[in-house]
């Protein structure tokens, strides 16, 4: 479960920006969307709004250079390029920190590297068992101390490990010991990405698992038929090295589609979407998704971001996305709840002073009040000068010039 992710200089991001799952105190609504831990709640989902260009995918490509980092450093040559990319004003010496904490089997874990030119300057593990702060290993530049009781644990991955190389990745087939193997397993097997650069791929593996996973199949099946969007099944055809050679959505007995030469981008976002949602709920998943509303229509993201909130999963599932519409703000379905708490909403600004991307909580926003329409107020410029609105006075100002310019007839 993921409890809280920090990083700076990483693309739009020049400083650091800290993003939160941790319930606030001062919040009262909607506790049946929260999760109990030791003595804090967390949150079951998160939205983050924000115009063209303030950083909301840059927010998501960090997650993704922290797993993909994570799972394939020990794969780069020596002196071969780490794949981040920092400010465009950052000078070469600047670094770029990456920090997360997360909860696995009731403990917590943080999990913190710094990247500094094409080496990792610093790494930590540290978690908390029992409550109480146990360090598992930290790393200055290729000198690696232990913890207690990991004597001999990391050691041995010294003297291969490279300056490119993080230590995490590089010993995750050696762990011998409960705590590092499960931050491991939380990037491997816990933390699903969705973005349109690998919707596809995401469907495929899925698609592989619907054919083998026949519980999956009915949880996604279900998930669509709530939502009406049609399809009344998916099928799959294996190939004999456990390929795909057809899939299939089934409107009626008479009617079906394939869902890569005949659908659209949207229906397979849909389809991906209804698989990914069944895996959090029947296995404890953390979902992160990017524009979680292109290519869907309105009601159908707000009914799956509803249906997710309502839903109590004996797991640990969570739900973290960006978003554009604002209708996702607003009141559930019926019109009659909020959808979100204030501490579930969070937004992405561009700094034009500074040239960097800013994420703040709703909840510094002390102008709404936990029982308002988020949706309305943000339209409104509660939080924020919504954009568009100089765009549209511009139009105004040329459409009055043009009108008086006439020579009317």
Known sequence: MLLEFAFANHRSYRYWAEFSMMASKKQTVRKDTLIPLYKHQYLRAAVIIGPNGSGKSNLVDAFTFVRDFVLGSNRLGPGERILHVPHSLARSGDASGYEIKIEENEVQYVYRFIIQGNAVAEEELYCYPKNRRTVVFSRAG?????GKGFTGVFSRCGAMLQENQLLLS???SLWTNPYGE?????????LILLTAQNQDRLLREYLVRIAAEERLREGARDLLNGLDTGIQDIQVRQTPDAGISSARAFYDDAYSTDLFMEETFGVRKLVTLA????????NGRVLLIDDLDAGLFETVATSMVFGFLRCIPDKRAQLIFTARSTALLGMDRWGKDQLWRKDQIWFTEMDRKEHTSCLRSLLEC???????????QYRMGAC????????????????Y?????????
């Open 142 to 146: 290729h000198t690696i101390t232990e």
């Open 170 to 172: 590089y010993a995750g």
């Open 182 to 190: 499960a931050v491991y397993r939380f990037f491997t097997d816990e």
């Open 275 to 282: 698989c990914m949602l069944a895996d959090a709920v029947q």
């Open 366 to 376: 002390k102008k709404i009040q936990e029982t308002d329409n988020f949706a309305e």
């Open 384 to 399: 924020s000068l919504l954009p568009g609105y100089a765009f549209s006075e511009m139009l105004d100002s040329i459409w």
């Open 401 to 409: 010039q043009e009108e008086n310019d006439w020579d009317w007839v």
